[in-house]
């Protein structure tokens, strides 16, 4: 029978930013990407945001994966159901060092967006290493089980979460729709904000627009 074992070792991995953090920046974002996206990519979706006022940081997931048969196009993944507890101390490590390194000092306005998958990274990382954002926008994707309520009342009464999808979205049913309401209802009580868009599973740019305002 094999024995699962495990190694600690020192990794690389890339993130793309977007835009120069000055003194005439007004938001600064960290975006976490969703399943099959790589963030120099996904990025371009914060690039109709006014450049002097918005500095963008998408982190880059770290498991990368030939997305069709003529291997040709390369997506990436945050998590599986594989060891996910460990893989998400990774990443969260990751995480640290990418924000440790882009923000020094206390950014004027934070928010902290997580698209599809990306939201499961966006909320833990939140959680546990205590961030406190101005904005936490929840874009259609799925709240982990496992966080409580108490993981989050470290945040200031004026932040604002803002759980957001599209109606057309193939994947929030019904079921998941109501699942997830309650789940951000128990989690952020009253700070918690729905706004749903016209359209599929994609990043909402007018959303994006209007929020950075």
């Known amino acids: 029978m094999s024995i699962q074992k495990e ?8 993130y793309h930013t977007l835009n120069k953090f000055t003194e005439k920046t007004k938001n600064v974002w960290v975006v976490f990407h969703g399943m099959g996206y790589l963030s120099k990519y996904f990025i371009n979706y914060f690039s109709e945001l006014d450049s ?3 500095y963008i940081i998408a ?3 770290p498991s990368k994966y030939y997305q069709d048969k003529a291997f040709k196009h390369v997506g ?17 490590n990751y995480v640290d060092a990418v924000f440790k390194r882009e923000v020094s000092d206390t950014p004027p306005n934070l928010i902290i ?25 929840l874009h259609s994707g ?7 309520p108490s993981d989050f009342e470290f ?10 999808y599209g109606d057309k979205d193939q994947y929030i049913t019904e079921v998941r729709k109501t ?18 868009f016209n359209g599929i599973h994609e990043v909402n740019r007018q959303f994006l627009l209007k929020t950075s305002k």
Do not use: H
């Open 7 to 14: 190694v600690s070792y020192t990794t690389i991995n890339t």
């Open 52 to 54: 002097d006022e918005n």
């Open 59 to 61: 982190p880059q997931a």
């Open 76 to 92: 990436a993944c945050w998590l599986t159901r594989e060891n996910t507890v460990t893989e998400t101390q990774n990443i969260l």
């Open 113 to 137: 967006l997580g698209y599809s998958q990306g939201v499961s990274i966006a909320t833990r990382w939140v959680a546990s290493r205590k961030i406190q954002c101005d904005k936490l926008i």
């Open 142 to 148: 799925g709240i982990p089980e496992e966080l409580e």
């Open 155 to 164: 945040l200031k009464s004026s932040t604002e979460v803002i759980y957001v």
């Open 179 to 196: 699942e997830e309401q309650l789940k951000g209802s128990m989690l952020f009580k009253d700070r918690l904000n729905i706004e749903v």
